[in-house]
């Protein structure tokens, strides 16, 4: 049982890394893919 739970708090930890990382890095990647699928019509 331990094994179990110890996996679940990794992955638990992983996502929420991923979840801040997502959060702080968004902005500028969502105004990046903006720009770029911008210039891709003109």
């Not at 331990?2 to 708090?9: E, K, M, P, Q």
């Not at 930890?13 to 801040?20: D, P, Q």
């Not at 959060?23 to 770029?36: C, H, R, S």
């Amino acid at each position: 049982m331990a094994n179990v739970f110890s996996g679940l708090d990794t992955t638990d930890v992983i996502s929420a890394l991923v979840g801040a990382a997502a959060i702080k890095v968004g902005p500028g990647f969502a105004k990046w893919a903006a720009n770029k699928v911008a210039s891709f019509f003109r």
